[in-house]
């Protein structure tokens, strides 16, 4: 939906088609965010009206624009953040057009309900596959704390067309997966965006080594000899590559079948159709690779979440020169303590 200064609310669409609310209904419950917040802050808001639960996000004054889900009585609004909110962020980066056909809704809500399900690794390739994400992660690991007009300055002079609304529905991103957290200080009447967590796309040793080597002949010292090669300079690139991977549903249910099995029979590849898929996505960056008829699980691709040490570390030299207050790097740490307390 859109806010028309001079229509009011105005419904793009909704779905399933059958949903049992006239357009009054929605303009009530989704107007209602509007008159409850004077500021009208970009960002998710909870709201229950006429017993339903809405989960919404407002994509901030440039596009008016606000996407909701209206929730099960015993579903976590938490668990439809990030959705919610990559959704948007891709409808304000493509425009509205790729919800004007059946096909494009169906897509969006198969996107939204399938969310809950995706593997934490998923939901973060899923962003990281985006330049802009990246760019934004690494403006957060320099600083550690910003306003939030400052990231929108940054993230504007690296990508020009990028509207306010789009950089802070990136951030509402990072915010739903734990990345960061926003605070409004309401005195100073500044948002401040917070580093929580840095994320790295790495490779590990499969679990399932053991067993592949004893199918495998050579696999260990293959094995020895990547790692050499990636602690060196290889490592650099995953960064890039691995999101893409992740992101990926069918490369994804492939990988996920060689996590559990290690090896598969060429046999077995060509008849569940995967030959194409790996020899074009995977094989190339050694993460399945081939001995004779068999496919086996060479490397497998991990994301994990880092504690921001060094980040903190900038943020108190810049106290101690005094380049921020005080009070805003306890606030910060409180956050920090708060966020791995959970």
């Not at 990636?230 to 990988?255: C, G």
Request: hydrophobic letters at 40%; aromatic letters at 12%; proline letters at 4%.
């Amino acid at each position: 939906m859109r806010w028309d200064p001079r229509r009011g609310p105005v419904i793009l669409g909704t779905y399933p088609t059958e949903l049992s609310l006239s357009p009054d209904e929605l303009v009530n419950v989704f107007g209602g965010l509007f008159l409850e917040e004077e500021e009208r802050r970009e960002g998710f808001y909870t709201i229950s009206l006429g017993g339903r639960n809405i989960l919404a996000y407002y994509s901030g004054i440039e596009l008016n624009e606000i996407f909701g889900v209206i929730l099960k009585p015993d579903e976590n609004p938490n668990d439809y953040r990030g959705g919610l909110v990559r959704l948007a962020l891709k409808i304000f980066k493509l425009g509205e057009e790729i919800l004007y056909s059946e096909e494009g809704w169906i897509e969006a809500w198969n996107w939204i309900i399938g969310y809950p399900s995706m593997t934490a690794e998923q939901r973060l390739a899923d962003i990281f596959v985006e330049e802009e994400a990246r760019s934004l992660l690494d403006i957060m690991i320099e600083e550690g704390i910003l306003t939030i007009d400052d990231v929108i300055k940054r993230l504007r002079g690296m990508y020009p067309g990028l509207s306010r609304d789009v950089i802070t529905s990136y951030v509402h991103t990072f915010e739903a997966l734990d990345i960061i957290a926003t605070r409004f200080d309401e005195k100073a009447l500044i948002e401040r965006v917070y580093l929580l967590r840095d994320v790295a796309f790495i490779r590990k040793k499969p679990e399932v080594f053991g067993k592949v080597s004893k199918v495998i002949p050579g696999y260990e010292k293959k094995w020895e000899e990547f790692v050499m090669r990636y602690h060196d300079r290889e490592w650099i690139q995953d960064r890039n590559i691995l999101p893409k991977i992740l992101a990926e549903a069918e490369t994804y249910r492939v990988l996920t079948e060689f996590r559990s099995k290690g090896v598969i029979s060429s046999e077995e590849v060509r008849a569940r159709g995967w030959a194409e898929l790996i020899e074009e996505k995977l094989r190339p960056y050694e993460i399945i690779e081939r001995h004779e008829d068999k496919y086996y699980l060479f490397s497998d691709p991990a994301v994990v979440y880092i504690f921001p040490r060094y980040v903190i570390a900038r943020v108190v030299d810049k106290l101690r020169n005094g380049e921020i207050e005080k009070k805003i790097v306890l606030e910060y740490l409180r956050i920090l303590r708060d966020a791995f307390s959970r």
